[in-house]
Structure formats: C-alpha cells, structure tokens
C-alpha cells in the first residue's frame, strides 16, 4: 500500500494490529518458590523474587496496547498457586486530588460473597487445570475486587456451570494514591489438582476490569490473526508451565505504552 503522506508512530502501530500478523497468544513459565509469602498486599520484592511476571496490557475491546498496564506476579509451592496483582493508576488521575476527594479511584460496591464482583474494578482470573481432558478440562473463574469481595464459580468441560464451587482462597488488598496491590494464595486442592509435576502445562488468563475511572477490560492473553485472516482469532486462555525449582524468571524493570497519540 502506498500512502500520500508520512505516517505518525501512532498510525503505524494502528495498521499493523488491523492489517499485519499479529500473536499474543501467551506463555508464562512459572518456578517454585522457596521464599514464605505473607499475604498481606504489600507485595514485598525478597517474598516474590522468584515470581514470573506477566502484563496485563492487551485493552480487550479496542485490541491495542492500554495506556496503563497492570501486572501479575506468579509462582507456587507444595500447596497452592500464588498470585499478586499491581495495578497503577492513570497519571493523569493520580495527579488529579479532585478524583480521590469527591468519588476515589475504585468502584467497591459488592461486599457479600459470589455477588457480581465484576461490577467492581476488579481482577479476573481464569484457570483451567487440565486442559488435556477429552472435554476440554474446566474452567475456574474467579474474580475479586479492591474491599478483598470475591466471586467464583466453574465451567466444567461438559457445558455445567457450578455455582457452588468455593476455592476458600486467602485475598488480601491495599489500595493508595499509586494504584491498588493484591495478593492471593489458591490452594492446588480448590482445583480438585495435586501439585503439578515439573513440566505440567494449565490455561489461564489474567484481566484486569475498570470501572469508575474508565469503562474497560484489559488482559494478558489476546488472540491471533495471519495474513490470511481479517479480523483476530481470539482465544481466551493462554499457557501457564510449572517449571520447578530451575526456573529463570524475567521481570520487566519497568512498563509503559508501547505507542501513543499525538
């Protein structure tokens, strides 16, 4: 395609998400801690030093790079899987003391068990633990919000939806002018699961849903189009691989937009 004029970095980026291949389909290697995390949401650097970490970058309804990406923190033991999440606020929010004074940062509205917590800012979480299962395996959805409200239910692979599953998973928030922190402990038997084997592989997915601040779900895991197709393939889940004890974990020192406007 040739155009008629010079095309900015933003109208660039524009084309090659509409027009040019484009993957996001994750994986995320995850090692075994030997550190004692305290789930207390302050998200302490020695406790999760050997966590992976995964953005929450991909605004799920526009399919482009948010202006402000969240992260999740990862890793297990013996016992459970272990989950952090650091949500910043958009600057342009954070410098604005009128937010915080007449209306706050978050939308905390649900305060009872298994209401509808994504109502609330939020995280969302996905998990399938055995997605080798003739049926597809199921699907544990749990969701939580920034008053530590959760919201939990499963998909099994045969089309049944199970209400009463209840993980008991410990959450714990702290929310301040930078943005909200959690942390979070699942048990591996909330998943009917024994502790994976070194090289077991799960689906998951990790969104983090805005609702007073702006109106929008942004993920981890994305889709996919070649150059065949013209519109994204999506898929909700991406991999999630125990590694054991001789993992290398990489951690981003630092987030931002991969491309903005003028």
Known sequence: TIYNKSLSEHEIAEIFRTQGEVSTRQKLSLGRTRQTITIDGKIAPDEWKDAAVAP???????????DTPSQAWLTYDAESLYLALRSPLPESDAANPHTKLLAGFFKKDRLVHDESVDDDDSLELLVVPNPGAKDGGDCHRMVVN???????????GSGEIDLKWDPAWKVKSLVDASGWNLEARIPFAAFGAKPPADGSVWKVNFYRIWRLLRTEKDGWNFGRRTSSQETMEKFSLGEMVFRG??????????WGPLFRGD
């Open 56 to 66: 929450i970058a991909i605004d799920i309804a526009r399919g482009r790079v948010t």
């Open 146 to 156: 920034t008053v530590d409200t959760t919201y939990d239910y499963v998909l099994r």
């Open 245 to 254: 004890e001789s993992n290398v974990a990489v951690k981003p020192l630092s």
